[in-house]
């Protein structure tokens, strides 16, 4: 299984509401990855998790408040979110955070939309 | 800091045909790792082709390859024989031995022609 999964595929919040981003694999890969991803634009890198500690926080608002329960799971939880945070969320995995592991598997992304 | 630069916005190429996105990068580091990600329209990102830098022999994945010129940080995907499938943004990425982070490049938009 060579798949990471993201739920849901679509998502439309208001700034008031409270929401979370799911995501999870199966290939035992012990680093997780969180993107930001506007239309035409290349993937920024928001957070990763590696054996499931916190590694990186690109200086993220924390208005976006990353977990990692297990191994298999990430989850992004969305609090009070502004319009221009309206992107496509991707989530991806690799083996581990070593270079010549590092080939990421990325997921389909969810599409949020902030009203 | 690293960076990736590819300065082709949108290619075209006609099916069949062979194409080249160009990849350029600016890194001290002499072990890196490079790759090309392709991401198809409403669908998921996936990787295309790797190399290791220290690797003088060109990565070859089917009808993908890169030319790899280390003293010139190039990094350029050819890709042969296109397809209609191969439509989709192309981002060069690099990766630093230890280093903390993949970094993209602006991508590049290739339209196949039937």
């Known amino acids: 299984d060579t798949e990471v999964t993201q739920t849901p595929k679509h998502l439309v919040m208001g700034m008031t509401n409270k929401k979370s981003l799911k995501c999870e694999q199966h290939?035992?890969?012990?680093?997780m990855y969180w993107y930001k991803q506007k239309a035409k634009k290349p993937p920024e890198l928001m957070f990763v998790?590696?054996?499931?500690?916190?590694?990186i926080n690109e200086s993220v608002p924390s208005r976006f408040s990353p977990e990692c329960p297990n191994s298999s799971l990430l989850n992004l939880h969305l609090h009070a979110l502004q319009p221009e945070d309206s992107a496509l969320y991707l989530c991806a995995s690799s083996q581990d955070r070593a270079a010549v592991r590092n080939e990421q598997f990325f997921g389909p992304g969810t599409r949020l939309t902030v009203l | 800091a690293q960076t990736v630069t590819q300065s082709q916005p949108e290619m075209s190429v006609q099916e069949a045909e062979t194409v080249t996105l160009s990849c350029t990068y600016d890194?001290?580091?002499?072990?890196?790792?490079l790759f090309w990600y392709k991401q198809p329209p409403s669908r998921q990102m996936i990787l295309v082709i790797r190399q290791e830098a220290y690797k003088q022999q060109n990565a070859t994945e089917n009808r993908f390859s890169v030319n790899f010129q280390k003293a010139a940080k190039s990094f350029s995907l050819k890709i042969s024989d296109s397809q209609l499938g191969d439509a989709a943004m192309y981002f060069c990425a690099y990766w630093v031995e230890y280093g903390n982070k993949l970094v993209f490049g602006a991508g590049t938009i290739l339209r196949v022609k039937s």
């Open positions: 998790y590696s054996y499931e500690k916190l590694s």
């Open positions: 290939m035992g890969h012990r680093a």
């Open positions: 890194t001290s580091e002499s072990d890196y790792y």
